[in-house]
């Protein structure tokens, strides 16, 4: 049986981790390969890299990190940030991530979609879409949440999905930072509506949010970033309560 | 002894090098006919389209040299896109054709009974064939990293070594004689994906 997936999520800035992530026992908590290691060894079934620098001049750091992280870690990873074309989704992939995440262009340009995921295959395509509640609906948000899109959050993921992207990252921007548990209504609704796994992400504060976005709201994966790096919960614990729960995880 | 891992265009191979390194193993990552032919072992990785893949590898005039190694007995191992290359047709194909080391299709998943496509994540494998020295060491419940929409179906069903379940059970390894295919990433798969590339070196 396919397992739940849990994921930590890393902000990389100049090919360092940001956000203070507070491991004991790490030589270089803003190296990304070690930060990955620790996460490896708690059992993580897969990590992001957000680069949140995306400039021009970074695109080549952030090559070589990846190329360090594929040499060091034997387990997947997605790299997503400032993505334009298809050149960039090329060296990231070839560098030895398993999947790109595309954000922004993915909205301004979504023939990217179709043509990378004929290019590479929809397994290493990822679309995410950060959503914000507007009235009964969802609507998209680019830019790193800054700039609102008009479109409707439902649509875009159908969208994405039609046009070859393998998985959705979805964000819940009202839930992001609050540690009220997940969007478990967005969640489901999205989760119904495509055919491709859904990675829900945003507002993961306690165990329960976990079990809750899996069995109540079907997401595929849960991402988490500030809960794992300032150790409220190890990935270890949030699977051993998913798996007392009867929720398939890998041990 | 050296391990050829062939580099042709379609991605991710310092993950599999380096895990190959781990075990000792020299590695030279090469699209030379030559260089292939004097390495003792073969890799060939893969992510992409079965055609964009096939054509890159005729073009370059691998897949002559791949069928005239593995004629020779050497050990051979095809990694996602590198085993399902090793078949002789793809539902994902609309003018190539693969190998034909296997005889068989690879076809796509069909939606059924709410399963996602891709499949996409860790999924227990279920092993058929006891024997198989890709295997020593790795029991039936053993979970491996899957990112696929389509996998192989051999004609002959007794060169299916692992299988796994999602909706319908798949098979995941195919090996006969001194060629071997997964369709999982064991360069993504830690401890026992790590473990089968170690059997894998350690071949004789």
């Given amino acids: 049986m396919l397992s739940k997936r849990i994921i930590p999520c890393l902000d990389i800035k100049d090919g360092r981790v940001v956000k203070g992530v507070k491991f004991l026992g790490l030589r270089d908590a803003g190296d990304p390969v070690e930060v990955a290691r620790a996460y490896d060894a708690q059992g993580a079934d897969e990590l992001v890299f957000l680069d ?57 340009l979504p023939e990217l979609i179709s043509a990378s995921a004929k290019r590479f295959g929809s397994q290493c395509i990822v679309v995410a879409i950060d959503a ?14 800054r700039t609102p899109t008009g479109i409707d959050a439902l649509a875009w993921a159908e969208k994405a999905a039609r046009l070859g992207a393998g998985e959705i990252l979805l964000t819940s921007m009202d839930h992001d930072g609050t540690k009220d548990g997940y969007d478990l209504e967005l969640t489901k609704r999205v989760a119904q509506k495509v055919n491709i796994p859904v990675i829900a992400s945003g507002g993961a504060g306690k165990l329960d949010d976990f079990y809750n976005v899996f069995a109540q709201a079907g997401a595929d994966a849960a991402l988490a970033a500030s809960l794992f790096h300032y150790q409220e919960y190890s990935v270890k614990q949030v699977k051993e309560y998913l798996k007392e729960r009867g929720v398939a995880v890998r041990s | 002894m050296k391990i050829a891992i062939i580099d042709y265009g379609m991605g991710n191979i310092h993950s599999v090098a380096k895990a190959l390194e781990l075990f000792g193993a020299a590695i030279s990552v090469t699209n030379k006919k030559s260089e292939i032919a004097a390495c003792s072992k073969i890799v060939l990785p893969g992510v992409g389209a079965f055609d964009d893949a096939m054509a890159e590898l005729e073009k370059q005039g691998l897949d002559l040299v791949i069928k005239e190694q593995i004629k020779n007995k050497k050990p051979f191992l095809g990694i996602c896109l590198g085993l399902q290359l090793l078949l002789e047709t793809s539902q994902e194909a609309k003018d190539k054709k693969g190998l034909g080391i296997f005889k068989g299709a690879v076809v796509k998943f069909r939606a059924q009974s709410g399963q996602k496509i891709p499949h996409m994540g860790w999924n227990n494998l279920k092993v058929i064939a006891g024997d198989c020295p890709l295997l020593k060491g790795v029991v039936s419940g053993s979970q491996v990293y899957f990112c696929h929409s389509y996998y192989p179906e051999p004609l002959d069903k007794s060169v299916i070594a692992a299988t796994t379940d999602y909706g319908l059970e798949f098979p995941c390894v195919l090996w006969k004689e001194n060629v071997y295919g997964v369709q999982f990433h064991p360069e993504k798969s830690q401890a026992v994906g790590l473990k089968m590339l170690e059997n894998f070196v350690n071949l004789c």
């Fill in chain 1, 132 to 145: 914000k509640r507007k009235g009964d609906s969802w609507e998209v948000f680019i830019n790193g949440g």
């Fill in chain 1, 52 to 108: 949140i620098t995306a400039s021009f001049e970074n695109r080549k750091t952030l090559v070589s990190l990846v190329e360090r992280i594929a040499r060091n870690i034997f387990m997947p990873f997605t790299v997503g940030g400032g993505i334009g074309d298809i050149g960039d989704i090329r060296n990231i992939l070839n560098a030895g991530a398993e999947k790109v995440s595309l954000n922004t262009q993915a909205v301004k």
